[in-house]
């Protein structure tokens, strides 16, 4: 698929979504695709938050220009129950 998109006439945004299942992801993604779910889904809950944002820390280094993380869903003013877990969402992302 990343061959075939590559072959394109014009830029493509090609993410991969396994939902952070795996061993090494963002070391192998990065040379095939722009983004990477490197989690499961994110809930209504503080502690989804917290694990997400603390799952993504130590892949950072793996970030650059054209490559990324995908944390999920950004998810303000509907979601959760209090503005603080909104604004953490947002620092997050």
Request: net charge negative; with cysteine.
């Amino acid at each position: 698929m990343a061959t075939a998109l590559g072959a394109a006439s014009r830029n493509i945004v090609f993410g991969i979504c396994q939902w952070g299942i795996g061993d090494d992801l963002a070391q192998w993604t990065g040379k095939i695709a722009n983004s990477w779910r490197m989690s499961n889904d994110i809930l209504n809950a503080w502690s989804s938050v917290y694990r997400i944002t603390n799952q993504v820390v130590p892949l950072a280094k793996y970030s650059k220009p054209g490559n990324f993380n995908d944390m999920d869903m950004l998810m303000v003013h509907s979601f959760f129950s209090f503005v603080v877990v909104e604004d953490a969402d947002w620092i997050g992302w």
